[in-house]
């Protein structure tokens, strides 16, 4: 099926490219690339790129690299296909150094146009004059879009300054925005990040020990936000976010798998288990991490906890969805249940209503922990992943040692 999708797609691709210059032979030169997407009123969005000598590409964002094996090149004309999510690339060859077109999310009606250059091995340019203190450094008491109602929420902003380069992150009570990488020059801060799908950017003007500026996502969405440095602020405990309405003690559903199998928590084989269950999104970056960490775990343990997923996919048929849910499958080699909760949208309330027991559905993902007797122990709001540093090391050691707890626990 995933063939299937990829042959369909390049089809598509190469029927719809305007008729111009006869084809050539062109191809991808190995080494650095860099790729700028285009959010419109003169705002650009840079990422780096590496194409390795047996072409295959590289995305690259501070400690995070992400392989792209995808890529067909006819003529003039090139799609690329990053892993696991939607997204995809359908661009032409200007010349041997430069790539001009659109990345498509189909299933959203989104196009971003973007260049992709050779030869160019930095993400923002112009660093002449760069602030070099190392005054970026540290935590940040963060509010995105201070100023609304409907859309305010805190953050927490991590940052690592070294000469003018910055990387680092921002924490959110439903995860993290990646592995942020870029740089501060003068009294500008730039960063930036693109997971395949997800194209995120940071700019804020530095005063003192304070930010302001705005985040852009893609070219759909933009909002402001400010930073206080707060080296003693922390977010809300993850685990309190979430939780059962009064009057509840489990949680209960059925939903088909890929196979069109029904799938609950009474059928047999999660009799007397514990279970983690996984509220997530195919599309959803943060939820991608939590996967890989909830598979890390099966591959690693020698542990009878079970893990079935509930996907929530924005993706308009309930075919599409179950085939974005099987390109998540195949590509991480998830060995657990991922069950199709909801198509064609996302909307939180929508997905209470799936889970009608808890409070709220606050995030994609959410985890509920369920012990043997069928009772819910803990629902951890979000996922803080890697590019949190030593809050996702806290986070793994916790996991592992409540796992134990729970498996340890005589079934009551």
């Known amino acids: ?6 042959i369909f797609l390049i089809v598509l691709c ?11 032979d062109l191809s991808l030169s190995p080494g650095n690339w860099r790729l ?7 705002k650009e969005l840079p990422v780096q790129l590496m194409v390795n000598e047996d072409r295959t590409l590289m995305i690259r964002n501070a400690d995070e690299e992400i392989t792209v094996t995808e890529i067909i090149i006819e003529g003039d004309s090139i799609f690329i296909k990053p892993p696991v999510f939607e997204g995809y690339f359908k661009g032409k060859f200007q010349s ?7 990345h498509v999310k189909p299933s959203l009606d989104r196009a971003v146009p973007f260049t992709m250059t050779a030869g160019v091995d930095y993400r923002f340019e112009s660093l002449d004059n ?9 935590s940040y008491e963060t509010v995105f879009s201070p100023d609304s109602k409907s859309d305010r929420y805190i953050a927490k ?3 690592t300054q070294e000469g003018n380069q910055v990387t680092g992150t921002f924490e959110t009570t439903t995860g993290d925005y990646r592995f942020l990488q870029g740089a501060v ?3 500008t801060l730039k960063l930036s990040t693109f997971d395949g799908a997800h194209a995120f950017l940071f700019e804020a003007v530095v005063r003192d020990s304070t930010l302001e500026g705005m985040f852009y996502s893609g070219n759909h969405w933009k909002e402001p936000f400010t930073a206080v440095l707060n080296n003693d602020y922390n977010l809300p405990d993850a685990t309190t976010l979430t939780y059962l309405k009064e009057g509840y003690d489990s949680v209960d559903f059925s939903f088909k798998d890929v196979d069109g199998k029904q799938v609950s928590l009474q059928d047999a084989e999660f009799k007397d288990q514990v279970v983690v269950v996984q509220l997530l999104g195919s599309w959803c970056p943060n939820c991608l991490e939590e996967t890989r960490f909830f598979q890390e775990y099966i591959n690693s343990q020698k542990s009878d906890v079970k ?6 996919e924005y993706a308009p048929t309930e075919k599409a969805a179950m085939r974005s849910i099987k390109r998540l499958i195949e590509a991480e080699n998830v060995t657990y249940p991922i069950l199709l909760a909801q198509y064609g949208s996302t909307n939180k309330k929508t997905a209470n209503e799936k889970l009608p027991m808890l409070n709220h559905v606050l995030s994609y993902p959410t985890s509920i922990y369920i012990d043997k007797s069928g009772k819910v122990r803990r629902i951890h709001t979000g996922y803080n992943g890697l590019a949190t540093g030593q809050k996702h090391a806290r986070f793994k050691e916790e996991f592992y040692h409540f796992l134990k707890e729970l498996q340890t626990e005589p079934l009551q």
């Open 1 to 6: 099926m995933k063939k299937l999708l990829f």
């Open 14 to 24: 190469f029927s719809c490219k305007e008729e111009s210059s006869p084809a050539v």
């Open 36 to 42: 700028t997407f285009d959010l419109g009123n003169e």
């Open 96 to 102: 041997k150094e430069l790539i001009t077109g659109q």
């Open 130 to 138: 760069a602030r070099t203190s190392s005054f970026l450094s540290g």
């Open 157 to 159: 902003g991590v940052f």
């Open 185 to 187: 020059v003068n009294d």
């Open 307 to 312: 893990f079935i997923g509930l996907a929530f």
